[in-house]
Protein backbone atom coordinates (compact mmCIF):
# COMPACT_ATOMS: atom_id res chain seq x y z
CA UNK A 1 0.00 0.00 0.00
CA UNK A 2 0.75 3.64 -0.20
CA UNK A 3 1.62 4.16 3.82
CA UNK A 4 4.28 1.26 2.88
CA UNK A 5 6.60 1.27 0.27
CA UNK A 6 9.36 -2.15 -0.35
CA UNK A 7 11.91 -1.46 -2.51
CA UNK A 8 13.14 -3.70 -4.84
CA UNK A 9 10.00 -5.13 -6.05
CA UNK A 10 12.08 -7.80 -7.54
CA UNK A 11 15.60 -8.82 -7.08
CA UNK A 12 17.71 -11.58 -8.29
CA UNK A 13 21.19 -12.59 -6.90
CA UNK A 14 24.17 -14.96 -7.32
CA UNK A 15 24.48 -17.91 -4.58
CA UNK A 16 27.02 -16.52 -2.06
CA UNK A 17 26.45 -12.70 -2.37
CA UNK A 18 25.02 -10.09 -0.68
CA UNK A 19 21.87 -7.55 -0.68
CA UNK A 20 19.77 -5.31 1.09
CA UNK A 21 15.97 -5.07 1.24
CA UNK A 22 14.14 -1.64 2.25
CA UNK A 23 11.03 -0.30 3.77
CA UNK A 24 9.75 3.01 3.90
CA UNK A 25 7.24 4.36 5.86
CA UNK A 26 5.01 7.58 4.84
CA UNK A 27 3.38 7.56 8.25
CA UNK A 28 6.11 6.94 10.93
CA UNK A 29 5.48 2.95 12.64
CA UNK A 30 5.84 1.97 15.96
CA UNK A 31 7.22 -1.57 15.00
CA UNK A 32 8.33 -3.63 12.03
CA UNK A 33 7.90 -7.23 11.14
CA UNK A 34 9.88 -9.00 8.10
CA UNK A 35 8.38 -12.32 7.07
CA UNK A 36 9.93 -14.30 4.29
CA UNK A 37 6.75 -16.23 1.97
CA UNK A 38 7.86 -19.30 0.52
CA UNK A 39 6.97 -20.81 -2.60
CA UNK A 40 4.03 -22.96 -1.06
CA UNK A 41 2.92 -19.65 0.31
CA UNK A 42 3.84 -20.11 4.01
CA UNK A 43 4.77 -16.80 5.92
CA UNK A 44 7.83 -17.32 7.88
CA UNK A 45 8.72 -14.73 10.87
CA UNK A 46 11.74 -13.41 10.79
CA UNK A 47 12.56 -10.14 13.00
CA UNK A 48 9.82 -8.43 15.37
CA UNK A 49 11.48 -5.38 15.87
CA UNK A 50 11.41 -1.95 18.15
CA UNK A 51 13.56 0.99 16.53
CA UNK A 52 17.10 -0.79 16.47
CA UNK A 53 18.99 -3.96 15.38
CA UNK A 54 18.44 -7.13 15.51
CA UNK A 55 20.59 -10.04 13.71
CA UNK A 56 19.81 -13.85 12.79
CA UNK A 57 22.55 -15.91 11.38
CA UNK A 58 23.06 -14.43 7.68
CA UNK A 59 19.77 -12.00 8.16
CA UNK A 60 19.79 -8.91 10.11
CA UNK A 61 17.85 -6.20 9.61
CA UNK A 62 17.56 -2.38 11.30
CA UNK A 63 14.38 -0.17 11.88
CA UNK A 64 14.90 3.56 11.93
CA UNK A 65 11.76 5.22 13.43
CA UNK A 66 12.87 9.10 13.06
CA UNK A 67 13.64 8.26 9.55
CA UNK A 68 10.64 5.99 9.15
CA UNK A 69 12.67 2.83 7.15
CA UNK A 70 13.32 -0.22 7.78
CA UNK A 71 16.10 -3.02 6.41
CA UNK A 72 16.73 -6.35 5.80
CA UNK A 73 20.49 -7.25 5.00
CA UNK A 74 21.09 -11.03 3.66
CA UNK A 75 24.78 -12.15 3.55
CA UNK A 76 26.19 -14.65 1.29
CA UNK A 77 22.64 -15.51 -0.02
CA UNK A 78 21.80 -19.81 -0.74
CA UNK A 79 18.92 -20.65 -3.06
CA UNK A 80 17.22 -21.73 -0.07
CA UNK A 81 16.59 -17.78 0.76
CA UNK A 82 14.61 -17.43 -2.67
CA UNK A 83 10.99 -16.39 -2.52
CA UNK A 84 8.76 -13.03 -1.37
CA UNK A 85 10.21 -11.05 1.54
CA UNK A 86 7.45 -8.85 3.36
CA UNK A 87 7.46 -6.01 5.67
CA UNK A 88 4.66 -4.86 7.74
CA UNK A 89 4.10 -1.66 10.09
CA UNK A 90 2.51 -2.09 13.01
CA UNK A 91 1.10 1.53 14.54
CA UNK A 92 -1.32 0.82 17.41
CA UNK A 93 0.25 -2.25 19.99
CA UNK A 94 -3.44 -2.40 21.39
CA UNK A 95 -4.71 -3.46 18.18
CA UNK A 96 -1.57 -4.82 16.51
CA UNK A 97 -3.13 -4.02 13.36
CA UNK A 98 -0.44 -4.29 10.59
CA UNK A 99 0.13 -2.62 7.37
CA UNK A 100 1.79 -4.52 4.97
CA UNK A 101 3.99 -3.56 1.30
CA UNK A 102 3.84 -5.16 -1.57
CA UNK A 103 6.66 -7.31 -1.20
CA UNK A 104 10.10 -7.86 -2.37
CA UNK A 105 10.31 -11.41 -4.66
CA UNK A 106 13.56 -12.26 -4.64
CA UNK A 107 15.58 -14.83 -6.61
CA UNK A 108 18.80 -16.56 -6.19
CA UNK A 109 20.75 -18.29 -8.19
CA UNK A 110 23.57 -21.14 -8.42
CA UNK B 1 4.17 -26.79 19.28
CA UNK B 2 1.80 -23.38 19.51
CA UNK B 3 -0.05 -22.74 16.36
CA UNK B 4 -2.47 -21.52 14.16
CA UNK B 5 -4.31 -23.78 12.14
CA UNK B 6 -6.89 -22.75 9.04
CA UNK B 7 -9.46 -24.70 7.84
CA UNK B 8 -10.27 -25.59 5.20
CA UNK B 9 -6.73 -25.47 3.06
CA UNK B 10 -8.75 -24.71 -0.63
CA UNK B 11 -11.84 -24.26 -1.21
CA UNK B 12 -14.17 -23.70 -4.33
CA UNK B 13 -17.71 -22.36 -3.22
CA UNK B 14 -20.42 -20.54 -6.15
CA UNK B 15 -21.54 -17.42 -6.64
CA UNK B 16 -24.38 -16.15 -3.73
CA UNK B 17 -23.70 -19.50 -1.24
CA UNK B 18 -22.21 -19.36 2.11
CA UNK B 19 -18.44 -19.67 3.04
CA UNK B 20 -17.31 -20.24 6.33
CA UNK B 21 -13.22 -20.10 7.02
CA UNK B 22 -12.26 -20.89 10.45
CA UNK B 23 -9.10 -20.63 12.06
CA UNK B 24 -8.08 -22.40 15.99
CA UNK B 25 -4.82 -20.86 17.89
CA UNK B 26 -2.99 -22.35 20.42
CA UNK B 27 -0.80 -19.26 21.35
CA UNK B 28 -2.83 -18.22 23.89
CA UNK B 29 -3.17 -14.87 22.34
CA UNK B 30 -5.72 -12.03 22.97
CA UNK B 31 -5.83 -10.54 19.03
CA UNK B 32 -6.63 -12.73 16.34
CA UNK B 33 -6.93 -11.68 12.61
CA UNK B 34 -7.99 -12.06 9.31
CA UNK B 35 -6.36 -10.91 6.15
CA UNK B 36 -6.66 -11.16 2.52
CA UNK B 37 -3.48 -11.69 0.30
CA UNK B 38 -4.48 -11.03 -3.73
CA UNK B 39 -1.85 -11.95 -6.49
CA UNK B 40 1.44 -9.45 -6.63
CA UNK B 41 0.16 -7.85 -3.10
CA UNK B 42 0.98 -8.33 0.36
CA UNK B 43 -1.94 -8.76 3.05
CA UNK B 44 -4.45 -6.68 3.71
CA UNK B 45 -6.94 -6.63 6.77
CA UNK B 46 -10.43 -8.01 6.94
CA UNK B 47 -11.49 -8.00 10.61
CA UNK B 48 -9.93 -8.64 14.22
CA UNK B 49 -10.58 -9.79 17.51
CA UNK B 50 -9.01 -8.31 21.02
CA UNK B 51 -10.96 -11.89 22.58
CA UNK B 52 -13.61 -13.95 23.03
CA UNK B 53 -16.98 -12.06 21.88
CA UNK B 54 -15.02 -9.47 20.09
CA UNK B 55 -15.18 -8.46 16.52
CA UNK B 56 -13.57 -5.27 15.21
CA UNK B 57 -13.49 -3.81 11.09
CA UNK B 58 -10.24 -4.06 9.41
CA UNK B 59 -9.39 -1.77 6.23
CA UNK B 60 -11.69 -4.11 3.75
CA UNK B 61 -14.23 -5.66 5.93
CA UNK B 62 -17.21 -5.09 3.16
CA UNK B 63 -18.71 -8.36 2.29
CA UNK B 64 -17.53 -10.44 5.62
CA UNK B 65 -18.38 -11.13 8.77
CA UNK B 66 -16.91 -12.91 11.55
CA UNK B 67 -16.76 -14.53 14.59
CA UNK B 68 -14.92 -15.16 17.73
CA UNK B 69 -16.60 -17.66 20.14
CA UNK B 70 -13.82 -19.02 21.86
CA UNK B 71 -9.90 -17.59 22.86
CA UNK B 72 -9.01 -20.21 20.65
CA UNK B 73 -11.46 -19.73 17.58
CA UNK B 74 -11.86 -17.11 14.81
CA UNK B 75 -13.87 -17.60 11.77
CA UNK B 76 -14.32 -15.46 8.64
CA UNK B 77 -17.75 -15.58 6.64
CA UNK B 78 -19.08 -15.05 3.53
CA UNK B 79 -22.66 -14.76 3.31
CA UNK B 80 -23.19 -14.34 -0.20
CA UNK B 81 -19.51 -14.83 -1.73
CA UNK B 82 -18.54 -13.38 -5.12
CA UNK B 83 -16.38 -13.84 -7.51
CA UNK B 84 -13.96 -10.56 -6.40
CA UNK B 85 -13.43 -12.28 -3.13
CA UNK B 86 -11.61 -15.20 -4.65
CA UNK B 87 -8.07 -14.91 -2.96
CA UNK B 88 -5.51 -16.41 -0.11
CA UNK B 89 -7.45 -15.58 3.63
CA UNK B 90 -4.40 -15.54 6.01
CA UNK B 91 -5.46 -15.92 9.87
CA UNK B 92 -3.34 -15.26 12.37
CA UNK B 93 -2.75 -14.56 16.10
CA UNK B 94 -0.54 -11.56 17.98
CA UNK B 95 0.15 -9.62 20.98
CA UNK B 96 1.96 -5.97 20.45
CA UNK B 97 1.67 -6.20 16.62
CA UNK B 98 3.97 -8.95 16.80
CA UNK B 99 1.70 -11.78 14.97
CA UNK B 100 1.80 -15.41 13.78
CA UNK B 101 0.28 -16.63 10.29
CA UNK B 102 -1.40 -19.81 9.71
CA UNK B 103 -0.86 -21.46 6.42
CA UNK B 104 -3.42 -19.50 4.45
CA UNK B 105 -6.33 -21.11 2.89
CA UNK B 106 -7.05 -20.90 -0.81
CA UNK B 107 -10.79 -19.44 -1.83
CA UNK B 108 -12.23 -19.68 -5.17
CA UNK B 109 -15.34 -18.44 -6.10
CA UNK B 110 -17.04 -19.27 -9.16
Known amino acids: GDKVKQSPSALSLQEGTNSALRCNFSIAATTVQWFLQNPRGSLMNLFY???GTKENGRLKSAFDSKESYSTLHIRDAQLEDSGTYFC????????????FGDGTVLTVKP | EAAVTQSPRNKVAVTGGKVTLSCNQT?????MYWYRQDTGHGLRLIHY???????EKGDIPDGYKASRPSQENFSLILELATPSQTSVYFCASGENTEVFFGKGTRLTVV
Open chain 1, 49 to 51: LVP
Open chain 2, 49 to 55: SYGAGST
Open chain 1, 88 to 99: AAGYNTNTGKLT
Open chain 2, 27 to 31: NNHNN
